[in-house]
């Protein structure tokens, strides 16, 4: 009879034979429609185990040994067993690589995964073969990451949180100065920030601790005294 199992799962199949024969010998030959070799019997159940998501039909024919044969078929529905996902939340800094990993495991043993990562911040997708990934992201921020598995049949989407902190610029007044007094002396800045982020500069050049001197890379200033 027709059966739905789920790949990689083990079915019975049994063959029901009636001959007025009571003394007749029955053996059964079972074509099991996925081209796994044909099982020889007597007509006894069997159980088989279909690799791969699908429809089979299962074609089963029975001797009496008198040269009378009989033949019977049957549907048997695999359903794909889905990939299970393990995915944890990831942290870093902005500017640097953030290493994403993920595990799945797959009943069906001749299913072949897919990844596909997107990070959440605008970048385009990435399609791996394996579970990890790297990404660098260039602000601080909370990005929503969402992975998709593919097992060649259906999706499963995870979805995760990727904590990118703020790094600070590294800058620099540039080297210490001898001058002599009432001379007008200028000062280049150089500022680096891993991010993409918008940085405003602020001099204190008079020692006064407010910093309202200048307010871009290059200043000058005159020392009275």
Same mark, same amino acid.
């Given at each position: ?9 083990? *079915? ?51 001797? +009496?040994?008198? $040269? ?7 549907t048997i529905t ?5 990939? *299970?996902?393990? @995915?944890?939340? =990831?942290?870093?800094?902005?500017? =640097? ?6 595990? =799945?495991? /797959? ?11 997107? @990070?959440g911040d605008g ?20 990005? +929503? ?16 949180? =990727? ?12 080297? $210490?100065?001898? *001058?002599?007094?009432? &001379?007008?002396?200028?000062? &280049?800045?150089?500022?680096? +920030? ?16 407010? @910093?309202?001197?200048? /307010?871009?890379?290059?200043? &000058? ?5």
């Amino acid at each position: 009879q027709d059966a739905t199992v789920v790949e990689n799962s083990s *079915v019975t199949l049994l063959a029901t034979v009636s001959d007025p024969g009571t003394q007749d010998t029955h053996t059964c030959i079972w074509d099991l429609g996925d081209g796994s070799d044909a099982v020889n019997n007597d007509c006894s159940n069997i159980a088989h185990t279909y690799r791969n998501d699908g429809l089979y039909t299962v074609t089963v024919v029975a001797s +009496d040994g008198q $040269d009378q044969s009989a033949q019977g078929t049957a549907t048997i529905t695999v359903t794909n067993a889905l990939p *299970v996902v393990l @995915f944890n939340d =990831a942290s870093g800094e902005e500017g =640097a690589v953030v290493t994403f990993v993920a595990t =799945a495991r /797959d009943d069906g043993p001749d299913d072949v995964l897919s990844y596909t990562w997107s @990070f959440g911040d605008g970048s385009d997708d990435v399609q791996t073969a394996e579970g990890t990934v790297n990404h660098t992201y260039s602000n601080d921020g909370t990005y +929503d990451v969402v992975l998709t598995v593919n097992d060649g049949t259906d999706d499963v989407v995870v979805e995760r949180t =990727a904590t990118i902190a703020n790094v600070l610029p590294s800058i620099s007044a540039g080297d $210490d100065r001898t *001058v002599t007094e009432g &001379t007008e002396v200028t000062f &280049t800045g150089t500022a680096t +920030d891993p991010g993409d982020d918008t940085l405003t500069y602020a001099w204190d050049l008079d020692d006064d601790g407010q @910093f309202d001197d200048g /307010d871009t890379l290059t200043v &000058t200033y005159t020392y009275d005294d």
